[in-house]
């Protein structure tokens, strides 16, 4: 990893949420809003339909840079805005989230190489996450 420069493209992430998976983030976050398994509460709060979690939708895009680097503890900072929600039908196959990053610097800190990388992430086409991007610290 020694050659990573500015402009590098890290291998594209695709992840299908389901319903499924809200219910399993539900219960590892203690995040029981019904927002995010009642379509009546859902559009009753006046969303579309049931979403995703904000945190489940950042940790997805997180995947695409552990999955790249290989170790999750290189990762000095890692933020996003959320900008859209991940609508979730309530069928087998979910919502595919679409997920691509971009080496948009490297620097020198410490005497170590930093790699940032800023992430893409849309559902239907629409960007779902703004301003994400995580600094990683590049192998030796």
Not at 15 to 44: C, K, M, Q
Not at 82 to 90: A, E, G, M
């Amino acid at each position: 990893m020694s050659d990573i420069a500015k402009g590098d493209e890290l291998p594209a992430l695709q992840v299908h949420l389901t319903r499924a998976d809200l219910v399993r983030y539900a219960g590892a976050s203690g995040d029981f809003n019904p927002i995010h398994w009642s379509e009546r509460i859902a559009t009753g709060a006046g969303l579309p339909g049931v979403i995703a979690h904000g945190m489940l939708t950042m940790a997805t895009a997180g995947r695409l840079v552990t999955n790249w680097i290989g170790d999750p503890t290189a990762i000095r900072t890692f933020g996003v805005r959320f900008t859209r929600p991940v609508l979730v039908p309530d069928d087998d196959e979910g919502a595919l989230v679409d997920i691509t990053g971009v080496v948009g610097e490297v620097t020198e800190s410490d005497g170590a190489r930093i790699a940032r990388v800023d992430i893409t992430a849309k559902f239907d086409g629409k960007t779902v996450l703004g301003r994400a991007s995580a600094e990683v610290r590049l192998p030796s």
